[in-house]
C-alpha cells in the first residue's frame, strides 16, 4: 500500500502560480494529477510514467508543468497562469504498474485532494 499525502493548495488570483507537492511513502511506476471541479468528471490533469510519454491535458498546456524527486518519492505540479476554470479539487494518484497514461482506472493509489481556487 502506498500513502500519498498532497499539500500547496490554496486561492489565487487569475495570473498566479501554484505548486503542488504529491508526498508518496514508497517509489511507483506512474503518478499523475487529476481534478475535479463541482458538478464534473473527475479529469486527467497530467501525467509522468517510466515507459510512456508525459501527458497534458489540452486545457493546461503551457501552463502547467509535472515533475518528480524519484529520490525523495515527491511529485509536483507547477501551475502557472491559473484561471477561474482550473479551479478544482486536485487529487495525487500513482501506480505501480506501467504505461498508465491520463487514464484514471490504472492509477490504484490516490490522495486525499488539495483544493486550488482561483478567482477573476
Known amino acids: 500500500q502506498v500513502q500519498l499525502v498532497e499539500s500547496g493548495g490554496g486561492s489565487v488570483q487569475a495570473g498566479g502560480s501554484l505548486r503542488l507537492s504529491c508526498a508518496a511513502s514508497?517509489?511507483?511506476?506512474?503518478a499523475g494529477w487529476f481534478r475535479q471541479a463541482p458538478g464534473k468528471e473527475r479529469e486527467g490533469v497530467a501525467t509522468?510514467?517510466?515507459?510512456?510519454?508525459?501527458t497534458y491535458a489540452d486545457s493546461v498546456k503551457g501552463r502547467f508543468t509535472i515533475s518528480r524527486d524519484n529520490a525523495k518519492n515527491i511529485l509536483y505540479l507547477q501551475m502557472n497562469n491559473l484561471q477561474p476554470e482550473d479551479t478544482a479539487m486536485y487529487y495525487c494518484?500513482?501506480?505501480?504498474?506501467?504505461?498508465?497514461?491520463?487514464?484514471?482506472?490504472?492509477?490504484?493509489?490516490w490522495g486525499q485532494g488539495t483544493q486550488v481556487t482561483v478567482s477573476s
Open positions: 494518484a500513482a501506480s505501480s504498474t506501467l504505461g498508465c497514461g491520463p487514464v484514471a482506472g490504472r492509477f490504484r493509489y
Open positions: 514508497a517509489a511507483t511506476y506512474c
Open positions: 509522468i510514467d517510466s515507459i510512456l510519454p508525459t
